[in-house]
């Protein structure tokens, strides 16, 4: 028997395609599952495959250094696969977890497994189900070298943006894992946002979803920065969904609940953007909202209680509106970026992180990806590491920021759900003030904590005013 090249622990629709994907490419796979339906399922979907529901069957099947690719969800599974696979671990063996595990539980298992003499990698794969089949974007954390050695298997299968494959060592141990929680942060806030624009447009000016969708494909492909279209891959599907009909021609978003899920990485990322002291209120502002969906008996009781109206039944908007949706929107997806990459940037350090890898491995394959990220790339090869200062975006962000401010006028009139994009008007407010008010607080913390001033005249001396004297 011919022994397999990679071995997956982990047979749903993530692994089985990704199976696929490596069977196309000339690559021998074998997988394992304690669910012997996903081993049959997977089977049937690569017959050129092996699968078993036992554990040692599965590991002879693999050569040496055995390299194990994990699709298992985040957090305990991880944790009990891996103390099962000790049994059989030589030196040299590979482990790539490729789920969305926290980086700090990364960390932790990559030092566990590296006395083992066991080279982990945490490994960020994006795409969803059809970026498996047909190629993924993938950011790995660890080391170098052994990366090195194993790096084909990946670079067969990922997405390609101009004939580069989009997979690439982004930094050390849980690297990978960061940067695709960042990822997944920034995704929050690009679908929230998409669903702002679509609350505006449907609820405030009345659009069918046809119509929705017709507007959406324009300004996906009309030139806005540097004759650069966005082309967003996610407003791409949106325009689909809007569109698409069920077998009696009835259109199916207004059949699905309101109630949106999450696997608690867009969590992660404003809680590490917190600890790291970095804002990102647009990225926050969308996780929220995905808790207040999660509370629809609680949001029919404020309706009942605190509003006998929903909206304004005044659908006037003027003529420039729909250009200005446009450009608000496109600013606040540029805040989104920046605010991911703030954080990246504040803890490159620590990680040994490549942010210019990682930019490059999110133009093909992945859910956020744009055509704008050219640009961004452009920015960093420029040291430039805030996004919105850069030469390619502060024009636009400075032209579009009134447009910004009109399109949220109109919603607040249309009492439509616009936070995130309310957040990052906020944000940009708050950037562009020449003086904050924060010396008021900086005063009262002081008042009744003492914890001491500073003076604009000598900022280097902190001490306590007496407040209290006449």
């Known amino acids: ?215 959406i494909d324009i300004w996906n492909k009309k030139k806005i920065i540097n004759n650069t279209a966005p082309n967003l891959y996610l407003l791409d599907i949106t325009s689909r969904i809007l ?41 926050a502002s969308a996780v929220f909202q995905r808790f207040i969906s999660g509370e629809p008996s609680l949001r029919s009781r404020y309706i009942k209680s605190v509003s006998s109206e929903n909206k304004n039944s005044d659908r006037t908007a003027p003529d420039y509106l729909i250009e200005d949706i446009f450009q608000g929107f496109f600013i606040s997806v540029l805040v989104a970026f920046n605010q991911g990459f703030n954080v990246l940037n504040k803890m490159k350090d620590d990680y040994f992180l490549d942010i210019v890898k990682t930019t490059e491995v999110w133009r093909a394959g992945c859910i956020i990806r744009t055509d704008l990220l050219n640009l961004i790339v452009e920015a960093w090869k420029g040291e430039e590491t805030e996004i919105l200062l850069s030469s390619n975006f502060k024009g636009y962000i400075s032209n579009g920021l009134n447009a910004l401010r009109r399109v949220l006028q109109y919603s607040i009139s249309m009492k439509l759900p616009t936070p995130t994009l309310l957040n990052t008007l906020s944000y940009l407010d708050s950037m562009l003030y020449p003086e904050l008010p924060t010396n008021l607080i900086q005063a009262q913390r002081d008042y009744f904590g003492q914890h001491g001033i500073r003076l604009k005249d000598n900022p280097e001396i902190k001490f306590h005013y007496n407040w209290k004297q006449d």
């Not at 021609?249 to 600890?275: C, E, F, N, Y």
Request: proline share 2%; aromatic share 8%.
């Open 243 to 283: 569109r698409q009909r069920d077998e009696n021609g009835i259109l199916v978003l207004p059949k699905i609940d309101t109630i949106t899920g999450q696997k608690g990485t867009g969590k992660w990322s404003v809680i590490t953007a917190l600890d790291q002291g970095i804002d990102v209120s647009t990225m």
């Open 1 to 215: 028997m011919v022994k397999a090249e990679l071995g997956i622990i982990g047979l749903g629709t993530m692994g089985s395609n990704l199976a696929s994907n490596l069977l196309n490419k000339g690559i021998s796979v074998s997988g394992y599952d304690i669910d012997e339906q996903k081993v049959q399922n997977f089977l049937k979907q690569n017959p050129e495959g092996f699968a078993s529901i036992k554990l040692e069957e599965f590991v002879k099947t693999l050569n040496a250094p055995h390299v194990f690719l994990l699709l298992v969800p985040a957090g305990e599974a991880v944790d009990q696969i891996l103390e099962q696979l000790e049994a059989y671990f030589d030196t040299g063996d590979y482990i790539f977890d490729g789920g969305n595990s926290y980086f700090k539980d990364t960390e932790r298992r990559w030092v566990k497994l590296k006395r083992l003499g066991v080279e982990f990698f945490g490994m960020g794969v994006s795409g969803g189900a059809e970026g498996a089949l047909n190629g993924p974007s993938m950011m790995v954390g660890g080391e170098k070298e052994p990366w090195e050695k194993k790096k084909w298997i990946f670079e067969a299968i990922a997405a390609r943006y101009e004939n580069t494959a989009c997979v690439a060592r982004v930094g050390n141990s849980s690297a990978g894992h960061l940067v695709k929680m960042i990822h997944n942060g920034i995704e929050y806030a690009l679908m929230q946002l998409i669903s702002e624009l679509f609350v505006i447009l449907q609820g405030g000016l009345g659009m069918s979803n046809d119509s929705i969708a017709e507007q």
